[in-house]
């Protein structure tokens, strides 16, 4: 098949999917629900892996698919049209295997549910909007995709709407995304002032001549970098994410970790070349981006719902995303999204496999011991845990490495932080581990009763994104341990524009293979130690967290009220907001009233004029024309003096 | 052709037009405003005609004003129609007690 | 562009249409009413395809008469396509013992050709005949529900109006020959240009202008010549009404667009003031007045009012990209209207009078095209609740619906023109619009009512649907209407 035909076919099997399913739901059979929403996703996947084939045979060159002129706006001219490059075929990847493999999990997960087929509806149509993200071929499209996923997700952890808290968490990520989106939408506009365009390539090659750190670029990608934080949850955008947590799990694996937050990661890969004209806008990337892992890793310390430290996890990995973006190290970032989406993924299904055994139980200190009753969800939890661990030769531990090796000789000071939240990482995964799946079950006896591993449709994507999760790291071995750095290799032609724009950015001041061995044993060793201590505390002295009643010291209390930012946010924004319209509204009642009971009674009385002319009399008609026409003409020719 | 001519033909047309006007705005017979109307009409075509004289092919002019005089008879027509429509509900065509409309 | 001249027998849809309504009148004589309705449908989808035979040429017939351009061709679309949904909307006229579809149905037709000479005029004769074709029918038709005496009355006055008006324009165009002694377009713009750069008294010219535009601005109920909108609107049946607040519109602004364009583009600077007073006074008066009114039907009324207004904001800009952008505007808004009505016509057929309820004798005559008529709409007639919310979504000018990219294109245009004050106003009203058109939408799905589920004929149904999605798809895509301009 040709490469443009599977460009539309791969967005276009899962909204087909979603229009069955959606359109039919309550009337297709339970049965065939599964099998169309997953048909979807597969059948797409099948296409981009032909589609890679394709992509392989022309020589790794840009494919663009127009499908039709979009909106024509005077000399602007916005087609709805998709471009291939190897980006797009890495995400394209990811969102379709990931997205498969998830689907097949919500089969067994959610088939239950009265909502399956509008579950599964909703889903195909997230993958649709996903995939015309990365597929578009322009800002605007990204836009759309953006927008859409962003709905998606409402819908979707709002799916159990009968619940108050979980409806509150979707306006709550659906707010704080919206803020993201205003600072992307202006940015796209300034984009459209500036070039006149909004097609990547046309915008890309206008850059190339302008001076580094001109105001305007920084602008630009300030504002993308707004649109990134709201949806790839930094801070301050970042506090939607964990209550994100409250829709189904499935949900959390695709949205919230594997593909929808690591949108803003591809869109500043995306637009490398207008970030690395701006290497102000990167360090406060990079600036915003440990703070917050340190930050998210921190909090995930304490966090005893088993999803929360999964959700915390994220926030923090994503944070290590983005320190790779800002220094520069675009591959490092993508090659750290893919494992991430490997092993996150795992991580958050084999959670869904633990909670659907315990009955929705998600408290990790009602758990424990559950490695016998549940061995493949054990053994799969404990892959995705030492890849994301950074313990070699697993996933986690080169992409993670290869960011902090940039960050290295970026910045000593970054480096260490960034080792610190490693360290935290390694230990509140382990932590996790050791208290769900170590240690006596601590949970009621109808639950010890009820325990059961899950079927194969939830345990066969487990097992696959486990060896995915072992593997997946060998597609970027550094050359110091032999590797050949594929990917980077790989993804090297999307950066040539970069590199010519800003040769300063790329000069390699290459770490000796001495020191890089050094920091990868530094990073291992660490990570390694942070498990036994794990161990030591929650395995050897069976150490269970205390119940909330407890007194907890001081600092302790802070990081376990996730450091009060959200009564932070609730004090310093959404309270003196309320309070200033209620201020507003008590003292603007006199004034707002007079306002707009002026101009109420203005428009009233006009179109009393207006209305008292209409009095049904013709002649009043004519003589009202008359009158005008007189007017006009007079007006015209005596006041405009034609006469002369 | 004698310019004066055509002025005063001009003026004839123009004060044509304007008693049909009047005759419009002021009357409420619904047959009388037809009458104004039709004056209207004819003071274009006189104008039609007069100014048909400058025109090289002369007879355009001339062509449209039988045009409107077609149009004229088939409106009055259709215009007597309704009018007979509305005497039968209301007894009267006098335009101002026809008020059901307004607002 | 070379003209290439044609005789008759080329001008397809005219003279298909009048034959076609010729035989309708004969059909009329059979005693089964049932065949009409197909056949007219029939007949106009023939004059569609006919219409879009000559794509992309340009074509001059009847020596000089009449131009067929790609524009014309769009337009003649849209009012083909208005009237085909329309009769479509008129199944119900079959039923009614006292209606004569078949004189319905060809005086329709017979209209339609008038509306084409107006869409593609080149000698003010046409421009006067087709105005005059259109005008007449559509007083007959006002007048057809022979019962009424608000439909008789409506007819009445409407004809007076149009009449008064008719003689405006035929003045207008006396004084335009004139001065310029032709009545061919290209003619009269010549004149315009060399006479304005000669320099030298245009009094003629400039007064014959206006009454011309004058004329044409009174058949598009632009303020202040607005007045016979409402009432005759309110009077006329609902069926006729749709076709009257579309057809004759959009025939009416493509015959502004062309002699404005062609004749008077020369003499930009001495109309283009006035008209835009005109614009803002159409703006104003429609919109505010239409906040108040009690009836859904007087309300579209005001509606049409105000969009015309929204029209001649692309007229005020004229340039090239005011084409498309009107050509837009007008089947975004025909779309919207027509299926606006057709539920309308729907909801009101299904209440009984309730006279009881409102006891005074003015608003005992229709309640049934009350707002409060929608009361509870969407929950019985989910179908019909959402082709009625997104024709007033597209009306009210919101994104992702046609009206929205006609909006945008009829501003952008005017925006190059520099009128800003001239869109602030258009967007305030915008503004006021959405309150209006949102108090539909509102009593549909938020208030409770007793309204029972409607019975809507399958073919009804399909219109229906076909106009929503047709809205919408412009609403996501306008280019692919743009595309063919």
Known sequence: MSPHLLCILIPLLPLLGFVVNGLGFRKVPTSLVGIVGLAGPVLAFLCVCLLWGNFHAGNDAV??????????????????????DQLTMLMLG????????????SIGYMNHDEGYGKFMAFLNLFLFFMLLLVLGSNFVIMFIGWEGVGLCSYLLIGFWNTNTSYNNAARKAFVMNRIGDLGFLLGIFTIMTTFGSVEYTDVFEQVVGMDVNAPVILTITLLLFVGAMGKSAQIPLFTWLPDAMAGPTPVSALIH????????????????????????????????????ALLAASIGLLQNDIKKVLAYSTVSQLGYMFLGLGAAAYTAGMFH??????????????????????????????????????????WTFLVGTIAIAGIPPFAGFFSKDE??????????????????????????????????FFGEFRGTD????????????????????????????????PEVLGGHSVLAEFMSPLFDQARQANPALFEANALDHGTELMLMSISAGVAIVMAVVAYVMYVRNAAVPAPDSQVRSLPQQVVYGKYYIDDFYDRLIVRPVRGLGDAFYSLGEFVIDAVVGGVAWSVRSSAGVFRRAQSGSIGLYVLLMVLSITLFIALRFFNWKVFN | MNPSLSYSLLFVAAALFSIGLAVVITKRHAVVVLMGIELMLNAVNLNLVAFSQYDPSRLQGQVFSLFVMIVAAAEAAVALALIIQVYRHVKTVVLDELTDLKQ | MTFQTYDCLQMLPIILLSLSGIALLFLGFQKSRALLLPATLLFLVIA????????????????????????AMIFTGVVLLSTFMVVSLSGSLADDEDAQPAEYYAILLFSLVGAIMMIGFENLIMLFVGVEILSVAMYILTGSDKRNLRSNEAALKYFLMGAFATGILLFGIALLYGATGSFVLSGIGNYAHSATNAGGSMLLFYVGMFMLLIGMLFKVSAAPFHFWTPDVYDGAPSLFTAYMSTVVKTAGFAALLRILSVSFSGVYDFWWVAMAVVTVLTLLIGNITAVYQASFKRMMAYSSISHAGYLLIGLVGLSQASKPAIAFYSLAYSLSTIAAFGVLMLVARNRPLNAAVFGDQTTLARTDEHYDAFNGLARKNPLLGFVMAVSMLSLAGIPLTAGFWGKFMVFSAAADRGAVWLLVVAVLMSAVGIYYYFRVVIAMYFREGQTDTIRVAPFYRIVLIAATVLTLALGLLPNLFQGLI
Do not use: C
Not at chain 1, 63 to 80: A, P, Q, R
Not at chain 1, 464 to 474: R, Y
């Open chain 1, 337 to 378: 999204v893919i494992t991430h989406a490997f092993f996150k993924a795992l991580l958050f299904l084999g959670a869904g496999s633990v909670i659907h055994a315990m009955s929705n139980e998600q408290d990790i200190r009602n758990m424990g011991g559950l490695r016998k009753s549940l061995p493949i969800t054990y």
């Open chain 1, 94 to 105: 990811i969102v379709t295997g990931i997205g498969s493999l998830i689907h097949l999990y």
């Open chain 3, 48 to 71: 569609f395809v006919a219409n879009f035979l000559d794509w992309g040429k340009t074509y001059m017939y009847f020596r000089d008469m009449l131009l067929v351009n790609n524009l």
């Open chain 1, 257 to 292: 970790a594997a593909t929808m937050v690591t949108a803003g990661i591809y869109m500043v890969v995306r637009a490398n070349v207008l970030f690395s004209m701006a290497p102000l806008t990167l360090d406060i990337i990079g600036g915003i981006a440990i703070a917050t």
């Open chain 1, 446 to 477: 109808e639950q010890k009763h009820h325990l059961h591993e899950s079927p194969l449709s939830m345990t066969l994507p487990l097992l696959v994104l486990a060896v995915l999760s072992v593997v997946g790291g060998f597609m970027n071995v």
């Open chain 1, 63 to 84: 494919i663009k698919t127009t499908l039709f002129d979009w909106i024509s706006v005077g000399e602007m001219h916005i087609n709805f049209s998709f471009q291939i």
């Open chain 1, 403 to 436: 960011i902090l090796a940039h960050v290295y000789e970026h910045s000593k000071v970054l480096w260490a932080l960034g080792l610190l939240g490693s360290a935290m990482t390694s230990f509140y995964m382990f932590r996790l581990l050791f208290l769900t």
